[in-house]
Protein backbone atom coordinates (compact mmCIF):
# COMPACT_ATOMS: atom_id res chain seq x y z
CA UNK A 1 0.00 0.00 0.00
CA UNK A 2 1.18 3.31 -1.09
CA UNK A 3 1.76 5.79 1.80
CA UNK A 4 0.80 9.35 1.38
CA UNK A 5 2.93 11.80 3.28
CA UNK A 6 0.94 15.41 4.22
CA UNK A 7 2.72 18.16 4.04
CA UNK A 8 0.88 21.46 4.86
CA UNK A 9 1.57 25.16 4.51
CA UNK A 10 0.87 28.11 6.81
CA UNK A 11 -2.13 29.31 4.92
CA UNK A 12 -3.47 25.54 4.26
CA UNK A 13 -3.00 24.89 7.84
CA UNK A 14 -4.43 28.15 8.83
CA UNK A 15 -7.83 27.56 6.66
CA UNK A 16 -8.34 23.96 8.42
CA UNK A 17 -8.05 25.25 11.70
CA UNK A 18 -10.69 27.94 10.47
CA UNK A 19 -12.91 25.10 9.43
CA UNK A 20 -12.26 23.32 12.24
CA UNK A 21 -13.17 25.96 14.67
CA UNK A 22 -16.23 27.03 13.04
CA UNK A 23 -19.51 24.46 12.96
CA UNK A 24 -20.61 25.84 9.95
CA UNK A 25 -19.79 23.43 7.75
CA UNK A 26 -20.57 20.06 6.93
CA UNK A 27 -19.43 17.39 9.20
CA UNK A 28 -17.78 15.10 6.48
CA UNK A 29 -15.51 18.45 5.91
CA UNK A 30 -14.86 19.05 9.31
CA UNK A 31 -13.92 15.46 9.49
CA UNK A 32 -11.70 15.87 6.34
CA UNK A 33 -9.65 18.78 8.14
CA UNK A 34 -9.26 17.21 11.46
CA UNK A 35 -7.30 13.81 9.28
CA UNK A 36 -5.11 16.24 7.30
CA UNK A 37 -4.60 18.58 10.44
CA UNK A 38 -3.50 15.53 12.61
CA UNK A 39 -1.60 13.93 9.37
CA UNK A 40 0.82 17.12 8.62
CA UNK A 41 4.45 16.24 8.93
CA UNK A 42 5.15 19.82 8.00
CA UNK A 43 7.13 22.48 9.75
CA UNK A 44 4.20 23.53 11.12
CA UNK A 45 2.64 20.82 12.54
CA UNK A 46 4.28 20.19 16.32
CA UNK A 47 3.03 16.82 17.14
CA UNK A 48 1.73 14.25 14.83
CA UNK A 49 -0.23 11.62 15.19
CA UNK A 50 -0.75 7.91 13.73
CA UNK A 51 -3.50 6.75 11.34
CA UNK A 52 -4.13 4.28 14.44
CA UNK A 53 -4.56 7.02 17.11
CA UNK A 54 -6.52 9.27 14.45
CA UNK A 55 -8.96 6.45 13.83
CA UNK A 56 -9.71 5.72 17.40
CA UNK A 57 -10.11 9.42 18.31
CA UNK A 58 -12.87 10.53 15.27
CA UNK A 59 -14.49 6.54 15.53
CA UNK A 60 -13.23 6.22 11.66
CA UNK A 61 -11.59 3.99 9.65
CA UNK A 62 -8.00 3.69 8.48
CA UNK A 63 -9.29 3.48 4.73
CA UNK A 64 -11.19 6.82 5.28
CA UNK A 65 -7.97 8.29 6.64
CA UNK A 66 -5.56 7.42 3.17
CA UNK A 67 -8.49 8.44 1.19
CA UNK A 68 -8.57 11.70 2.52
CA UNK A 69 -4.38 12.09 2.50
CA UNK A 70 -4.14 10.04 -1.13
CA UNK A 71 -6.89 12.77 -2.50
CA UNK A 72 -4.84 15.82 -0.71
CA UNK A 73 -1.76 14.51 -2.80
CA UNK A 74 -2.96 13.89 -6.16
CA UNK A 75 -5.82 16.67 -6.16
CA UNK A 76 -5.01 19.50 -3.74
CA UNK A 77 -6.65 20.49 -0.77
CA UNK A 78 -10.38 21.95 -2.20
CA UNK A 79 -10.87 18.23 -3.40
CA UNK A 80 -9.82 16.30 0.21
CA UNK A 81 -12.28 18.63 1.91
CA UNK A 82 -15.21 18.72 -0.38
CA UNK A 83 -14.62 15.28 -2.44
CA UNK A 84 -15.51 15.46 -6.65
CA UNK A 85 -18.14 16.32 -8.39
CA UNK A 86 -20.17 13.64 -10.13
CA UNK A 87 -19.56 13.46 -14.09
CA UNK A 88 -22.07 11.05 -15.21
CA UNK A 89 -24.41 11.41 -17.60
CA UNK A 90 -27.52 10.32 -18.78
CA UNK A 91 -28.89 10.60 -21.90
CA UNK A 92 -32.44 11.56 -21.96
CA UNK A 93 -35.02 8.99 -23.14
CA UNK A 94 -38.42 11.24 -23.42
CA UNK A 95 -38.62 13.66 -25.93
CA UNK A 96 -41.54 16.23 -26.32
CA UNK A 97 -43.43 14.27 -28.78
CA UNK A 98 -43.41 11.07 -26.66
CA UNK A 99 -44.10 13.10 -23.13
CA UNK A 100 -47.43 14.38 -25.32
CA UNK A 101 -48.47 10.84 -26.26
CA UNK A 102 -48.09 9.71 -22.77
CA UNK A 103 -50.05 12.44 -21.60
CA UNK A 104 -52.75 12.06 -24.09
CA UNK A 105 -53.10 8.43 -23.51
CA UNK A 106 -53.31 8.91 -19.46
CA UNK A 107 -56.09 11.31 -20.36
CA UNK A 108 -57.93 9.25 -23.04
CA UNK A 109 -60.26 6.01 -21.83
CA UNK A 110 -58.89 3.53 -20.06
CA UNK A 111 -58.38 0.07 -21.65
CA UNK A 112 -62.14 -2.64 -21.35
CA UNK A 113 -62.07 -3.33 -17.64
CA UNK A 114 -59.86 -0.98 -15.65
CA UNK A 115 -61.38 2.57 -14.22
CA UNK A 116 -58.22 4.29 -15.34
CA UNK A 117 -54.52 3.96 -16.42
CA UNK A 118 -52.36 2.71 -14.41
CA UNK A 119 -48.60 3.92 -14.89
CA UNK A 120 -47.34 0.68 -16.00
CA UNK A 121 -50.42 0.25 -18.32
CA UNK A 122 -49.33 3.28 -20.13
CA UNK A 123 -45.58 1.86 -20.10
CA UNK A 124 -46.72 -0.93 -21.69
CA UNK A 125 -49.54 0.78 -24.30
CA UNK A 126 -46.16 2.82 -25.57
CA UNK A 127 -44.02 0.10 -26.54
CA UNK A 128 -47.00 -2.02 -27.59
CA UNK A 129 -47.75 1.25 -30.04
CA UNK A 130 -43.79 1.05 -30.53
CA UNK A 131 -43.02 4.45 -29.83
CA UNK A 132 -40.20 3.37 -27.71
CA UNK A 133 -38.57 0.34 -27.59
CA UNK A 134 -38.83 -0.21 -23.79
CA UNK A 135 -40.32 2.70 -21.15
CA UNK A 136 -40.10 2.11 -17.00
CA UNK A 137 -43.57 2.92 -15.24
CA UNK A 138 -41.12 5.40 -13.10
CA UNK A 139 -40.36 7.37 -16.54
CA UNK A 140 -44.07 7.57 -16.85
CA UNK A 141 -44.62 8.87 -12.92
CA UNK A 142 -42.21 11.70 -14.20
CA UNK A 143 -43.64 12.71 -17.27
CA UNK A 144 -47.02 12.79 -15.29
CA UNK A 145 -45.83 14.77 -12.60
CA UNK A 146 -44.02 17.00 -14.23
CA UNK A 147 -47.15 18.03 -16.03
CA UNK A 148 -49.14 18.28 -13.10
CA UNK A 149 -51.36 15.22 -14.14
CA UNK A 150 -53.64 13.79 -12.19
CA UNK A 151 -55.06 10.06 -12.68
CA UNK A 152 -56.79 10.50 -9.07
CA UNK A 153 -60.65 11.77 -8.57
CA UNK A 154 -62.28 12.10 -11.89
Known sequence: M????ITLTKAERDELET???KGSHRSQKILNALILLNCDQGNYQPNRSTNEQISSVLGISDRKINRVKKRFVEEGLEVALHGKKAVRVYKKKLDGDLEARIIATSCSTPPEGFNRWSLRMLADRMVE????DELSHETVRQVLIKTKSNLGNK
Open 2 to 5: ITYK
Open 129 to 132: LKYI
Open 19 to 21: IKA
